[in-house]
């Protein structure tokens, strides 16, 4: 609500009641995350292959020749989802 303009108080909220929000207000609001990010590493895995890392993957001691890169890959992939795209620090 700060993005808008108002405080998030019950008096604020009384106040507000039916205020018109347009798309440029929405606009303004920030995202959970960026999604830009997120798919940008989302395709570099991809073209990269989940095992470039082999050797430190906790698969190793199950995995023949990249048969559990699928697994890998998704654990990468909800790694990258819960930074938010942000870079790994």
């Not at 993957?57 to 048969?67: H, K, P, S, V």
Request: aromatic letters at 6%; hydrophobic letters at 30%; proline letters at 1%.
């Amino acid at each position: 609500m700060e993005n808008l303009g108002f405080d998030d108080t019950e008096e604020e909220r009384e106040e507000n009641v039916g205020q018109i929000i347009t798309w440029e207000d929405v606009d303004r609001m920030p995202t959970a995350f960026d999604v830009e990010n997120v798919v940008s590493n989302l395709e570099q895995l991809k073209l990269d292959g989940a095992c470039e890392d082999c050797g430190y993957c906790e698969y190793l001691n199950e995995c023949w020749d990249g048969d559990m890169s699928e697994e890998h890959a998704i654990d990468m992939a909800i790694e990258i989802v819960k930074r938010g795209g942000r870079d790994e620090e």
